[in-house]
């Protein structure tokens, strides 16, 4: 597509209760990042994928997080036993793979809302 | 060492006046400085990017001032205009971190009046 798009883009779900939020990433893209942004905060990393090689989970805050891309494509972050403080704008962005002079800049998507009551 | 600190928090200009953010990083191993815009219920969208091999990029009325001794780099922007209104973001990556991810300032509310 002509850009990152994420699903839902709003998402309101009850404290304990699973969610999963979806990145399709710019085609031709190999790298994908999940940053997480809290209301008035900067961008905090979460994950990051590259090609075939292992993500680098480092980002992620507990092991009710994960995520996955299948294909090199769309990626699928999902929260279990979500809790209040896991509400925030989850955001993808996707970009270039890393050449010698270093990456370029990403390609954000939208972001999906999560709101946990 | 991947903190970059970026002030001030907010920021009132007045229309056709002058917009400073600045930042300041530790990591030595940094060599790749973008800046993103973001508007409300929207993703960061790249601005402008510099490397520490120039000490200046302008891009219209946007311009990177970048201070390698000093690691601090700035983010101008000219003649400021109400639809400049937005959260200005600061970032720095470098070949160390390995993933190549981005570390994101805490962010700049600009509001431009008319």
């Known amino acids: 597509g002509a850009g990152v798009s994420q699903s839902p883009s709003n998402k309101v779900t009850e404290k304990g209760k699973d969610v999963e939020l979806r990145c399709d990433p710019i085609?031709?893209?190999?790298?994908l990042y999940w940053y997480r942004q809290s209301l008035g905060q900067g961008l905090e990393f979460l994950i990051y994928?590259?090609?075939?090689?292992?993500?680098?989970k480092s980002g992620l805050p507990s092991d009710r997080f994960s995520a996955e891309r299948t294909g090199g494509s769309v990626s699928t972050l999902t929260i279990q036993r979500t809790q209040q403080e896991d509400s925030a704008v989850y955001l993808c962005?996707?970009?270039?793979?890393?050449?010698?002079?270093?990456?370029?800049?990403?390609?954000f998507g939208s972001g999906t809302r999560l709101t946990v009551v | 060492q991947q903190q970059v600190k970026q002030s001030p928090q907010s920021l009132i200009v007045q229309k056709g006046g002058i917009s400073i953010i600045n930042c300041a990083y530790e990591?030595?191993?940094?060599?790749?400085f973008p800046w993103y815009q973001q508007f409300p219920g929207k993703g960061p969208a790249l601005l402008i990017a510099?490397?520490?091999?120039?000490s200046e990029k302008k891009e219209g009325r946007f311009t990177i001032s970048f201070n390698k001794s000093a690691k601090q780099f700035s983010l101008h922007i000219m003649d400021s205009q109400p639809g400049d209104s937005a959260t200005y973001f600061c970032a720095a990556s470098g070949r160390d971190t390995g993933r190549r991810a981005l570390t994101f300032g805490s962010g700049t509310r600009l509001q431009v009046q008319p």
């Open positions: 962005a996707s970009s270039f793979r890393e050449t010698l002079g270093g990456i370029y800049g990403y390609t």
């Open positions: 510099i490397r520490p091999d120039v």
């Open positions: 085609s031709g893209h190999t790298a």
């Open positions: 994928f590259q090609g075939n090689s292992a993500p680098d």
């Open positions: 990591n030595t191993a940094f060599d790749y």
